[in-house]
């Protein structure tokens, strides 16, 4: 009888494990490098070994614990991870392609530079998980959960962000980092953006209807022919973000910076903004926008009654 031992631990794999290791028991082993190639995993628990560079080719670890997993460099072609938890695994340099994660909690993992462009990730749950420089090229977020999590220099583009909660209205602790990120055409519409940090990242032609913003930090970011129609902004930084073109109807501004911002042919109409109102001692001030040193154009559309200030520049013969 060929008996797998496991370094360093008295456990063995079963006789006829891989591939047959249902409800296995291999915690805090050491399974560097092993083959589980077409493996059933189902409900394996996993929680704080050592898989790294090991082969999960096709396995079935639906349902597994792998909380605190080290994945680093596995390959996981086409394996189904779906509800598994991975909270707190690393899979920095995993080959995920065909992944199915759907529904699987990754909360706290560490996936820098993977490619999740096909993987299945419904329902995923990436809460404060480590995705640096990760790509999402049209992958299918809609309803995924994203506070905390940190994607600077993340490839998103074409991605469907629908409803996903990236913010975080607790002002203890902060959204998602998505920082310098390639947002071209993603679609965040209805997305919770509290506390997100979207500076600089480049969101053209982004879907960002009805989004909730509340001190989300989106200055310097490229908006040009972005929908933000029907969005709610919210103590939210927008100075020197490029608004060119942008469809801004219906959207209610309160206490947003739009400092240099460009608003060349952007259209606000139906919308609710304002500025700073003069103190009185029968009026409270009322801070809703603050547009110094923003520029616009003859085909910049505003809210009805809305005249913009000596400090907001109008510039002909630009951008229209």
Not at 66 to 83: C, F, I
Not at 136 to 147: K, N, P, S, Y
Not at 152 to 166: I, P, Y
Request: with cysteine; glycine share 12%.
């Amino acid at each position: 009888m060929l008996l797998l031992a496991i370094a360093g631990c008295e456990a063995r794999l079963a006789l006829d494990c891989p591939p047959e290791c249902l409800e296995i028991s291999l915690r805090k082993r050491d399974l560097t490098g092993m083959d589980f190639d077409d493996a059933n995993l189902t409900g394996a628990i996993l929680a704080g070994s050592r898989l790294q560079e090991a082969s999960l080719r096709g396995a079935d670890l639906s349902g597994a614990d792998l909380t605190d997993v080290n994945l680093v460099q596995a390959d996981l072609s086409n394996a189904k991870l779906r509800g598994a938890n991975l909270q707190h695994a690393v899979l920095s340099g995993a080959i995920m392609d065909g992944a199915d994660l759907s529904g699987a909690d990754l909360t706290g993992a560490t996936l820098t530079s993977v490619d999740l462009t096909h993987v299945n990730l419904t329902a995923v749950i990436l809460n404060d998980a480590r995705l640096i420089g990760v790509r999402l090229w049209g992958v299918d977020l809609r309803g995924a959960q994203l506070a905390g999590a940190d994607l600077r220099g993340a490839n998103l583009v074409g991605a469907n962000l629908s409803g996903a909660n990236l913010g975080d209205t607790n002002l203890a602790t902060s959204g998602a980092d998505l920082s310098g990120a390639d947002m071209r055409g993603v679609r965040l519409r209805g997305a919770n953006l509290a506390q997100v940090r979207l500076n600089g990242s480049d969101l053209t032609r982004a879907k960002l209807n009805d989004v909730t913003t509340l001190n989300t930090i989106l200055s310097g970011a490229k908006l040009t022919l972005a929908d933000l129609s029907g969005a709610t902004i919210v103590s939210t930084d927008l100075s020197g973000a490029d608004l060119t073109n942008a469809r801004m109807q219906g959207i209610t501004v309160r206490e947003g910076l739009f400092n240099g911002t460009l608003l060349y042919g952007a259209n606000i109409e139906g919308g609710a903004i304002g500025v700073v109102r003069a103190r009185s001692k029968f009026a409270k001030t009322t801070f809703i926008a603050e547009l110094k040193g923003a520029h616009y154009n003859a085909n910049t559309k505003w809210p009805e009654g809305y005249v913009p200030g000596p400090d907001v520049i109008l510039d002909g013969d630009l951008p229209n």
